[in-house]
């Protein structure tokens, strides 16, 4: 599922193709993705005007001049390319607009996703605040309001282990699988460790961890393991960079003890067993 740095790698890469451009046209392939799409999508979305596309956790926020705002999360298996000439469109290809440019042509933006379980949803801009994807979400880990207080804050008394509070989208908006491994790596914190027992020096770590890994992987544009794309094209270079997730069985990189992988609550934990404690 493409996390944070994915979504922020679209949301930069959208921005300078559809702010203040008009929607010339759009195609709707389907009534539904993981749920229904709005009523009229299409119909709701040509003509209208975009401003500059935002990103909430791992979704892509769109407001345009109608007072709206389209909504997009990739799912497990999503992407969003940006054509110059008009493209053939895919067979999980479900959603297309075509927006004015610059240069007086087109660009065309099309979502993709094979395994349908991704979102599309169109909502009324002064709903932000209370729409059910969003109002329970957490700070943004680039953001100001993150810090090593806020992660004591919210892990106090939690039994569960720090990697599913990671993972928790209600404590800290935008973290997936691979970034909470590679953080916790960095941070030399064992994803098994109770979340509860992550305070002082060690928060201080992970909250640094957290915002360096984030920022490095969006640097290179995310990472690509099975479906990530860049909107050009381009693959996500940061799975050159990976410390220890998809690396079981390898050396790490700084002790050369093997990486292990366990599972937690259904999802795949790598760590090394000497540096993370």
């Not at 298996?77 to 087109?106: F, N, Q, Y």
């Not at 961890?209 to 794309?229: F, M, N, P, Q, Y």
């Not at 050396?251 to 992988?261: F, H, K, S």
Request: aromatic residues 6%; glycine residues 10%; proline residues 6%.
């Amino acid at each position: 599922m493409p996390e944070l740095p994915e979504v922020e790698t679209v949301r930069s890469a959208l921005a300078p193709v559809v702010t203040g451009q008009q929607v010339m046209a759009v195609y709707v392939g389907r009534k539904d993705l993981r749920w229904p799409l709005p009523e009229a999508l299409d119909k709701q979305l040509l003509g209208c005007r975009f401003a500059a596309p935002t990103r909430r956790g791992k979704y892509v926020l769109m407001p345009n001049d109608n007072g709206q705002v389209l909504l997009i999360h990739l799912g497990m298996s999503g992407s969003i390319r940006i054509h110059e000439a008009k493209p053939e469109l895919a067979k999980h290809d479900h959603m297309m607009l075509t927006v004015e440019a610059d240069d007086g042509g087109h660009r065309y933006i099309v979502l993709n996703d094979p395994r349908r379980f991704g979102w599309v949803d169109l909502f009324a801009a002064e709903d932000m605040a209370t729409h059910k994807l969003l109002k329970d979400m957490g700070p943004e880990p680039l953001g100001n309001a993150f810090s090593a207080t806020h992660i004591q804050t919210v892990f106090a008394n939690r039994k569960s282990p720090v990697k599913n509070a990671l993972l928790d989208q209600r404590l800290i908006a935008g973290i997936g699988n691979i970034y909470a491994c590679e953080a916790l790596f960095k941070s030399g914190i064992s994803p098994r460790r109770r979340a509860g027992s992550i305070t002082a020096g060690r928060a201080d770590k992970l909250a640094h961890a957290i915002v360096t890994v984030l920022r490095a992987a969006i640097a290179e544009g995310g990472t690509s393991l099975r479906d990530h794309v860049q909107p050009g094209g381009e693959i996500g270079y940061f799975v050159q960079k990976l410390s220890v997730y998809g690396r079981d069985g390898l050396p790490c990189v700084i002790c050369e003890t093997p990486i292990r992988i366990i599972v937690q609550s259904g999802r795949s934990s790598f760590y090394c067993p000497s540096c993370q404690r």
